[in-house]
């Protein structure tokens, strides 16, 4: 077998192994569909949900958000639902004139309300912009859902629901991270719309 070959076998072999881990999980799963449900009390409210994260998890973050104002699997009304990194001129100018690690909870503060979800994204559980904007988030009464790795790291402390995918493999844990994203998107939409 080729060095090649390798890689991609023990790439599909570990995030095959770690999906299985998640789904054999009961608590977990629990947690999972009690976010679900958030999302659904969320919006049946007329609130909206926010999302943050860094790098491949900003991605994840704008990747859900869009499944959610755009549509997942069918034609619906959008939901209001938006990733908290995508006006770079505000982003920039946060950073460059307070700290990058305020741009999230400045936006929070500005926007979030009694009733939303925020979902903070990181695999570390640690990224220090994601973690005061959960502290924000509950600070103004938001409902608030941390995706992380192992453990759940500081995010843990101000998770309503946290979502700890039980690995260190960044790459696994955010393969993790979408699955459960799109999970939940299928969920809220049958929910909210009806199954079509």
């Known amino acids: ?21 998640v789904l054999n999980d009961g608590e977990l799963k629990d947690i999972i569909l009690s976010s679900a449900q ?3 009390d969320a919006y049946k409210n007329g609130n909206c949900s926010r999302f943050c994260g860094n790098g491949g998890s900003a991605g994840d ?18 939901l209001d ?3 908290l990194h995508v006006n770079g001129s505000y982003v920039t100018a946060v950073a ?7 741009i999230y909870e400045r ?25 005061l904007a959960m502290k924000k988030a ?20 101000y998770a309503d629901f946290l979502i700890a995918i039980p690995s260190k493999d960044t790459p ?10 799109h999970i939940i998107c299928q969920i809220v939409e049958e929910e909210l719309f009806g199954s079509k």
């Open 138 to 157: 509950k600070e103004l009464g938001m409902k608030t859902i941390a995706l992380t790795g192992e453990g759940g790291g500081a995010m843990a402390e």
């Open 38 to 40: 958030a999302f659904i």
């Open 96 to 102: 460059n004139d307070y700290s990058y690690d305020v």
């Open 107 to 131: 936006m929070v503060q500005a926007q979030g309300k009694p009733g939303d979800v925020l979902v903070g994204i990181s695999t570390s559980g640690n990224s220090k912009n994601v973690l």
């Open 61 to 78: 973050a704008q990747h859900i958000a869009a499944e959610l104002s755009g549509r997942f699997y069918f034609d619906r009304p959008p």
């Open 172 to 181: 696994r844990i955010q393969e993790v991270h979408i699955l459960v994203g």
């Open 1 to 21: 077998m080729s060095s090649l070959e390798q890689v991609f076998n023990q790439s599909f072999e570990k995030s095959i192994e770690l999906k299985q881990l």
């Open 81 to 83: 639902a938006e990733a």
